[in-house]
């Protein structure tokens, strides 16, 4: 994986969970407006909207540079529109870095060490 790639995924795993978070407080936010007199809707829709336009604007990057099949990345898309999917795709980018990393270090000392 060059930089360019691993860079992609990071940041859409830094936008991961919060995006997974706006989406948790909207919901609450939607009962609230019909449970109480509170309404912060229109704020939290905003602040959802925006994390999550930025989210889909990543996922398109990190697609193309990673290659992902289309099952992978419509997994990672899908995990952008369920409540807490954010948190899970954050977990899977961080193991496959984690995997990435392991891998590059094994290459670079079998080929040290050759």
Known sequence: MDLKTASSLHRLRLVSAPEAVSFLLLLVCSVLKRTTD????????AVHGVLFVIYVILW??????ATWSLGTAA???ALSVLPGGGFVAERRLRREAEAEVAASRARHEGAVGA
């Open 60 to 65: 398109l990057d990190a697609w193309r540079r």
């Open 38 to 45: 509170f309404n912060a809707v229109p704020v939290m829709g």
């Open 75 to 77: 997994l990672y898309f």
